[in-house]
């Protein structure tokens, strides 16, 4: 998975910085999980432009686990940030990468089969954050 990842965030020079606790342990199922982060990850990079950073950070708030993907990409309109979760929402990316607009409303439901969330805040032109909370 990071392999083929590594290969798009390095064609545009992004920095992505793992900043994840060594010591975290989430009790989650692994495949649900990778897929999920994998759609974050992947997303990050669609839509941040050449030297642009990524991180991903780990945080436990009252027994909750949470990972944070933030990036310095062109971040979600106002308009579009109550939308996202839903199907068929895609945009294109920076170097004009595409999508099928599924892969936000499919992670969410694959967190929510394992009693979690995601959530957002993004600003336009400025990056977003997802948070992926295991509780």
Known sequence: MLRELAISWKSKDIQVENLVDKDLAIFADSQLSTEVFRNLLTNSIK?????????????????SKMLHFTD???GISKE??????QMNVSRTGTNGEKGFGIGLQRSLEMMELQSGTILVTSKEKEGSRFSVCFR
């Not at 941040?48 to 991903?56: D, E």
């Not at 579009?80 to 979760?85: E, G, M, R, V």
């Open 47 to 63: 839509f941040t432009p050449q030297n642009g950073i990524i991180k991903i950070e780990s945080e436990e708030i009252n027994g």
């Open 80 to 85: 579009l940030l109550p939308k996202i979760f």
């Open 72 to 74: 310095t990409g062109i």
